[in-house]
């Protein structure tokens, strides 16, 4: 037990996401409902990881998810952009009846969950009505990218509930394209530098490449229409192995 790592991401310098402490990892698909919002998250294909393993930031690799290599060849930068700051700090609030909604728009993952039922910014002046308060909850927890944090009004506690430490590979099946790295669980995410971004239950890492907020998504891969390969339109199956991922 004393050999066991604690789960970890470090941003590597020009490269690729370093992952440490064997990690599990998945695809994570955005289900529509049967007007095609997002509505709910589907676990996909699952991979075997060891406890460490390299994933693709730049977008490039010809094994995704994993890290061959190729931003060394694209010259890829990466250069972390982030703010350091606290997520409240970074987040504009919105208060309703019950609950308090901060909002820190520039981590926008464009998942669409805080649109079914009506825009969250809207619903929550209305968090008085028990149905509506549900919704609320259920839009805020489904966002990836911590973007939307609820708080009780009364008491200033986080509504929501804690994840299991993981990694999911987002696949937006109603925009047929791929999204980001959603981290879960509190894992630590490291700077190249080797300081620790604050610690969240819920943050998505851009893997596209083109973010201007690095290393968090902000939903480029939508506009760029970034495509992994992971789960083609066909739905054939594609292989990638994280022991052929490790960089130099």
């Known amino acids: 037990m004393g050999d066991e790592q604690e789960p970890k991401i470090v941003v590597m310098k020009r490269g690729p996401y370093r992952v440490l402490g064997k990690v599990p990892l998945a695809l994570q698909m955005i289900t529509p409902n049967s007007a095609r919002e997002s509505w709910d998250w589907t676990e996909g294909r699952s991979f075997e990881t060891a406890n460490e393993y390299f994933l693709c930031r730049c977008g490039q690799s010809k094994n995704k998810p994993f890290c061959d290599n190729s931003h060394l060849a694209v010259g890829f930068e990466g250069e ?3 703010s350091r700051r606290p997520l409240a700090r970074q987040s504009v609030q919105e208060v309703g009846p019950t609950m308090v909604l901060d909002d820190a728009e520039q981590y926008c993952a464009f998942a669409r969950f805080c649109d079914p039922g009506g825009k969250i910014w809207s619903l929550i002046r209305r968090t008085d009505d028990p149905q509506i308060a549900e919704l609320v909850v259920r839009e805020a927890n489904h966002c990836p990218a911590g973007r939307l944090v609820l708080h009780d009004k009364k008491t200033g506690e986080m509504i929501e509930s804690p994840l299991p430490p993981s990694i999911g590979l987002v696949e937006d099946t109603a925009l047929h394209c791929s999204g980001p790295i959603w981290v879960r669980g509190g894992v630590r995410i490291e700077s190249q530098d080797g300081k620790a971004y604050e610690r969240r239950n819920r943050v998505t890492l ?16 939508a506009s760029i229409r970034f ?10 199956r594609t292989t990638a192995h994280p022991e052929e991922s490790r960089p130099p």
């Open 206 to 221: 851009c893997r596209c490449g083109a973010s201007d907020n690095m290393p968090f998504c902000n939903g480029s891969h």
């Open 80 to 82: 972390e952009t982030a």
């Open 227 to 236: 495509r992994d390969g992971l789960v083609p339109e066909q739905g054939h």
